[in-house]
């Protein structure tokens, strides 16, 4: 099954309200990334056991670990949970920047170091979660 495949079929598994969130969401990171690399991570580790919610991936950059070993991974990351949607923005070496910047303009929504976590799109400012994403990938960019 091809990574365009899954991602429908995730986002098709999802209820209307969801299901249109991530869609908009898809095609808004899309638009920001378009050449930009497509991942899908179904959740489960390689022993098959179920670690996190899937997710869909955006763009490409190099992690850098302490030991000197690397791995790619994607820049800008969407998941359906329980409560809503999540927003990874990958890559950042200031964990501070997201909530400081955008936790107080976005709306109502959760922002930590890397993620921004909203019930649905229309409880925040998309031109503002949007001007978070070209953020992120401009960072990443520049590793």
């Not at 091809?2 to 899309?30: G, M």
């Not at 930590?112 to 990443?140: H, M």
Request: with cysteine; hydrophobic share 35%; aromatic share 10%.
């Amino acid at each position: 099954m091809t990574i365009k495949t899954q991602i429908k079929n995730y986002i098709d598994s999802q209820d209307d309200q969801k299901r249109a969130d991530l869609l908009a969401l898809h095609s808004q990171v899309l638009r920001i990334i378009p050449e930009g690399k497509l991942w899908f991570l179904d959740g489960k580790d390689d022993k098959g056991k179920i670690v996190s919610n899937p997710n869909i991936g955006y763009g490409q950059y190099t992690i850098h670990y302490k030991d000197g070993s690397t791995k790619e991974f994607y820049q800008i990351g969407l998941s359906a949970n329980t409560s809503g949607i999540s927003v990874y923005i990958m890559g950042l070496a200031d964990k501070k920047y997201l909530s400081e910047h955008f936790g107080t303009t976005i709306g109502k929504a959760t922002v930590t170091g890397y993620c921004i976590k909203f019930k649905s799109l229309k409880d925040i400012k998309i031109d503002v979660l949007e001007e978070a994403i070209r953020y992120g990938v401009n960072q990443t960019d520049r590793v």
